[in-house]
Structure formats: C-alpha cells, structure tokens
C-alpha cells in the first residue's frame, strides 16, 4: 500500500509508536505509515547499533530500515512513548550525522500528566509536527485540511469502537481486531471503512470459546494472535497500542477556523485517551487495564512479558489486585517479538488448563 502511494508521487511518511496524530501527516496530502516489526530474527548490525538490552521489536524495526524495506519513506516520526523508541530515534540521528542511508527522522514528545500545562505543552508539539510535515511535503497545514483529515479519522474511531464492540460480544475474533487496527495505522481511512464494514457485516454468531485478554507487551504480529485462537480460545481484548486502544484515537472534530485551536484540541483529546505503561501510573494504569477486562468480559488474562519490557512486570501486580479474585490472570515470559512454538504452546495450555489461579507474585 505504502509503496503503491510513493509510486503515485504520494508522499509516504513513516511513524514509530502509537502517540503520533496522523491527521497532521494526512492534511499535508501525505500518507502515514505505521513501522512494524518484521516475521525474522533481526540482523546483527541492529542489535550493536542500539544495544543488546532493549526490545526486540526496535532491534526488528533498525534491522528493516537499514536493509532499505522502507526506503519509500519521505520522512520518519518517532513518538517518544517509550525507551525503546527513543534510543531508536538518538541512533537513526546519529546514523544520518554518519551519512548511513536513513530517513529524516523528527521525534513528538507527548507528556500524559493531565494537566492543562501539559495540554498546552503537547499542543506545541503537534504544531512543531506539522511545520516539520510541511517541510517533508511542501504542503503546509491549513484549518480547512486539518478538519477534513479529522473528520475522517474520526468516522474511522467511531467503527473501530463498533468493531471493539461487536468483538467484545465474541462476534470478532481477535485476529481480524488486531488485522483492522493495524490497518488503520497504515492505510488510508477510506480503505479501512470498507475493510470494517466487510467485517461486521460477514461477523459470524457471538463465540462460546473462553475469552482471554492481553497485557503486557505489544503484539504487532498477527500469527500470535491466530495461533492463541487456534488453540480454542478468544482473544477478547487487550490494552497495547496496537489494539483496542487504536479505537479511541480519532474522535469527531468541531470544525475550527485556526490552526492553533485545532492543534490544542489534538492535544487535549490524545490527553484524555487511556494511559498506556510507559507514560502512566501505576495505579492509574491498573484501572484501565481492568475496565477493559470488564468490558470484553473475559474470564482470563495473559501477562505477556518480553525480555527487556520491564513495564509488564511492574503493572501486573496492580492489575491483580482491582480485577480481585473473579479474573484469573497468567504470565507467560516471552524472547522476543516473535513468539516460538514452544511459547504459543505454552501459553496456550496457561489459558486452557483448569486449575489456573490469580496471584501478585
């Protein structure tokens, strides 16, 4: 898709974690594109350059840049939601001072303390974006854009939230959720409405099978999710940014007739959203994990843990504790982004097996 659009003369700007506003990239006539972590081990050049001890998915994404896969790329936004993703974009810096063949690389530093300073602080940030944008495409925002951009985005949050819906009565599975949100973060919104409508639409009869929730690490690889099910299970929900969360990105705009006020509202509204692991607290993020539960109404979570993701481990306690005794959670450590079979098996037989009980440990 992101080729075909840099073919067409398109610009195709990339985007690195889940806290960029693509309405900005989108009313400059660009498309944006989501990175995601590829199906192999990452090569050993990645691995050195950003260091041995950080996740696998950034290993993943370096690897694939500097083997040209996104050398469609105008340009790279890097949303600073985690350590990870910001190494990431200190390297790529520093490979472009160095003369490697990478993209330009612009990093959004969202803060999520909800405070009207914080607010306005994020909406500097938003408008830094679009004069960055501008630059990369030679189309500068304009209120009239940016509304329609949003507008559409917005018709965009307001099927996935049926989708969320339609899945949480189990007439979705939880590989075709995680399919259509990674849809939306690569393909253009009209392409997804379709997609989503198609979905609903041809949605089977509400699932008897158990249903299971995710947190912990992200999952970006569909083959995890298909796997999981295969094993007779259904992936209800989950809490990482590549999934139910997508759904409250884009709310319906108020058509304004300045930029600035446009940008604060982009700001105030990515304010609001559900607090993800690294930029939350604790306890703030325990409440949300556990609403989600609630509202897929599964009866088992699994705690992914990757190597070198500490937040897992820290929100899981927590989590335990407001789901109380009703919810039965299991951790299961995992290497890397790409699940063995050996992990799948593992965690399959976690959710399926009888005696599962919840504890803080």
């Known amino acids: 898709m992101s080729t075909l659009a840099a073919e067409s003369g398109r610009p195709v700007i990339g985007v690195i974690g ?17 990175l995601s972590a590829a199906a192999r081990t990452p090569g050993a050049d990645a691995v050195e350059l950003l260091g041995a001890a950080v996740d696998s998915v950034f290993h993943s994404l370096l690897d694939r840049i500097l083997t040209g896969e996104f050398g469609f790329l105008r340009g790279l936004v890097v949303s600073r939601d985690c350590q990870g993703s910001l190494r990431l974009f200190y390297v790529l810096r520093m490979l472009a001072e160095q003369g490697r063949a990478v993209p330009e690389v612009h990093l959004v530093d969202l803060l999520h303390l909800p405070r009207e300073s914080t607010r306005d602080y994020n909406a500097v940030q938003v408008a830094k974006l679009a004069d960055v944008i501008a630059e990369w ?35 979705v599975p939880g590989a075709t959720a995680l399919c259509l949100y990674a849809r939306a973060q690569t393909h253009t919104p009209v392409d997804c409405l379709a997609r989503i409508g198609a979905a609903l639409e041809t949605a089977p009869e509400a699932s008897e099978e158990p249903r299971v929730f995710l947190t912990g690490s992200t999952v970006d690889q569909g083959s995890v999710y298909a796997g999981l099910e295969s094993a007779g ?129």
Do not use: K
């Open 137 to 171: 495409t030679g189309t500068a925002v304009t209120p009239g854009a940016l509304y329609e951009a949003r507008a559409l985005r917005g018709r965009l949050g307001s099927a996935l939230r049926e989708l969320r819906a339609r899945r949480a009565l189990g007439a």
């Open 233 to 361: 299970v259904l992936i209800a929900g989950e809490d990482h940014n590549w999934g139910d969360p997508v759904a409250d990105l884009w709310e319906t705009p108020t058509e304004v007739s300045d930029l600035r006020t446009a940008f604060t509202d982009i700001a105030g509204h990515r304010l609001r959203l559900g607090p993800m692991a690294q930029t939350s607290g604790l306890s703030d993020r325990a409440r949300f994990s556990a609403s989600c539960v609630r509202r897929c109404g599964a009866q088992r979570v699994l705690s992914v843990g990757r190597r070198n993701d500490s937040a897992p481990g820290w929100d899981r306690p927590g989590l335990i504790r407001e789901l109380g005794p009703d919810v039965q959670v299991v951790t299961l450590s995992v290497a890397g982004h790409l699940w063995s079979a050996g992990e799948l098996a593992t965690a399959a037989q976690l959710l399926t097996r009888q005696d599962c009980e919840a504890t803080a440990r």
């Open 18 to 34: 889940g806290d960029v506003p693509v309405e900005i990239i989108e009313a400059c006539g660009a498309h944006a594109f989501r």
